[in-house]
Every structure is written in structure tokens, then in C-alpha cells.
């Protein structure tokens, strides 16, 4: 069973809005969820991470929101922009221990 | 943040064929390095840790005969597909184990089995 979700497999949204991205997870002993984005035949790059202290974290257009109760993050982007379309993973770290992905969620922005 | 190299980017090999990738920590030294691949439509998914100067350890359902993961030095981790097939065409990424929170990522290989 995986521990981490990501059950849309893709999201379209219009340059200038309001892109979401949902992520849920089984494991509560975690440390930080992070955000990578992804381009195909490239490595994921590092976007955002909230704390498992915090339920809230802000960098920019990017927020990340963590409820915990609900087993539940987000990621808020805002205003979206063409350049934002990519694939985008959610991992979750606990300790020194590699990070687990979702299956990711292919955001495109439309112009 | 870690900055990591991978060589080839691309490889393509006839089936029966042996593969090496390399990867390089250029700016940190990496004790451990994290190997993922990810096929089409799919998640990351770690294979194998390796730890400098001592064998890797494999994560469950990967062969590690067919998988050979060698960290010599501090700084070049290689993963060595051996009698490629087919099936295991994918993107094979490193990751070294940083004291940052985030883990940073090689831009990845390629391979392609025919």
C-alpha cells in the first residue's frame, strides 16, 4: 500500500490562477513533506517542504499547507504561470531515511 | 544545496548488454547515494542505498546480481545494469544523503533496451 498519495494524476488550470495540489499520506512518523517538480528526462528539483511542527509554509507564489488530523497536504500556487507545467511529487522524510514519493500530478498551465 | 552529475544522460543498448551509469557529488561528499527509477507514468521509486566503502543495500523485489551498485570513493557512485532487457528501460536518478532536509537529485539516465 502506498504511503503517500497523490490521487489526481493531472490538473489544468488557467494562466493566473489558482493551481492545488493534493497529496495524502498513511505514516504519521514523518519529519517534513516536501514538493519536488519534475521535467521529463530530468531530476526532480526541490520546490517547497513544510515541518511536521508547522501547517503552513510560504515561499513566494508556492504555499504548503499540512493538516495533519486529515493526513492531508497541499500545495498552493499562485498566480500560476506556463512555466509552472510540469510534473510535481510529494515525499515524505523521516530522519535520515530517503525520501518517499506519490506518483505525482502532471500540472498544465494554460496560456 | 548538493550539486550532482550523471553520465550518460541517454543510453540506449541492445538487450544482453551490460550498462554503467555514474554519478558524481562535484561539490559534497557523499558517504551514502541513493538510487531511484522511474518508469513512464510512475513514481521515484528508491532501488538501492550505497554506502561508501561497504556493500549497498537493495530494497525488496530489486536483484541485486543483476543490479551492481559500487561507491568507491566519496564522491562516484556507479549502478551497473548487467544483461540488460527490455524491461528494464526506465530513469535511473542518484541522490546522495545530504545533512539538508531536502534531498537534492541528479538530472537523471535514460536507458533504453531494445
Known sequence: DQQVKQNSPSLSVQEGRISIL???????????FLWYKKYPAEGPTFLISISSIKDKNEDGRFTVFLNKSAKHL???????????SAVYFCA??????PLVFGKGTRLSVIA | ??????????VICKSGTSVKIECRSLDFQATTMFWYRQ???QSLMLMATSNEGSKATYEQGVE????LINHASLTLSTLTVTSAHP?????????????????????GTRLTVL
Open chain 2, 64 to 67: 541485486k546480481d543483476k543490479f
Open chain 2, 39 to 41: 518508469f513512464p507514468k
Open chain 2, 87 to 107: 524491461e528494464d528501460s526506465s530513469f535511473y536518478i542518484c541522490s546522495p544523503r545530504t545533512g539538508y532536509n531536502e534531498q537534492f537529485f541528479g538530472p
Open chain 1, 74 to 84: 497541499s500545495l498552493h500556487i499562485v498566480p500560476s504561470q506556463p512555466g509552472d
Open chain 1, 92 to 97: 515524505e522524510k523521516g530522519g535520515s531515511a
Open chain 1, 22 to 32: 493534493n497529496c495524502d499520506y498513511t505514516n504519521s512518523m514523518f519529519d517534513y
Open chain 2, 1 to 10: 544545496g548538493a550539486v550532482v552529475s550523471q553520465h550518460p544522460s541517454w
